[in-house]
C-alpha cells in the first residue's frame, strides 16, 4: 500500500515539476501524442486497409461494383482509388437495405478515403489512357475487396 501512495506521490510531483516550467513539458508531450503520423513507413490508407480486412469475409454483402485492375497505370492511380471509394457508396447503401453487420466499417472506408484525399489535397485529372469508373467490369464482393487491398497496397509501396 505504500509502495502505490508513494507511485502516486511521485506522479503528481512528476506532473507539478512540469507544471512549473510553465507547461511547456505538457505541451509538449500532447503536442507529440496527437500530432497525426506522417513518418515515412506510414501509409495514408493504413485505416482502409484494417477495415477492408474486417469486411472482406462478409457474407451478408452481395454486390456487383465496378472494380478497377489492380495494375492499372501509375498515372490513373488516384483516379482508381476515387472509383474504389465511390463503389463503397454502393455498398454502404445495400448495407442499409439488409441491415449488414459490417455497416460501420465499410462507413468508415468511406469516411477515411475521403478524409485522405481531403487531407492531402488529391485532385484528380483525367488522362486519355485512364478509365471512367463505369469503364471497369462489374466484379462481385469479394473479388473487389481483394483488387482494392491490391491498389492499396501497391499506393503503399511509394
Not at 509502495?3 to 507539478?16: D, E, F, H, W
Amino acid at each position: 500500500m505504500l509502495g502505490k501512495a508513494q507511485q502516486t506521490q511521485n506522479s503528481a510531483g512528476a506532473l507539478s515539476r512540469l507544471q512549473g516550467q510553465n507547461g511547456m513539458g505538457l505541451i509538449i508531450f500532447f503536442l507529440c501524442a496527437y500530432v497525426p503520423k506522417t513518418e515515412a513507413g506510414h501509409c495514408k490508407w493504413a485505416e482502409v486497409l484494417e477495415d477492408l480486412e474486417r469486411i472482406k469475409t462478409s457474407k451478408d454483402i452481395d454486390v456487383s461494383l465496378y472494380t478497377a485492375n489492380a495494375d492499372e497505370d501509375e498515372e490513373c492511380q488516384e483516379l482508381v482509388m476515387r472509383c474504389f471509394f465511390l463503389e463503397t457508396e454502393v455498398i454502404i447503401q445495400e448495407c442499409r437495405i439488409k441491415n449488414c453487420s459490417k455497416t460501420q466499417d465499410v462507413w468508415n472506408i468511406w469516411k477515411n478515403g475521403n478524409e485522405s484525399f481531403e487531407k492531402n489535397k488529391l485532385t484528380s485529372t483525367k488522362s486519355e489512357k485512364c478509365k471512367a469508373c463505369e469503364e471497369y467490369e462489374e466484379k462481385n464482393f469479394t473479388e473487389f475487396v481483394q483488387n482494392f487491398e491490391k491498389v492499396i497496397q501497391r499506393d503503399c509501396k511509394h
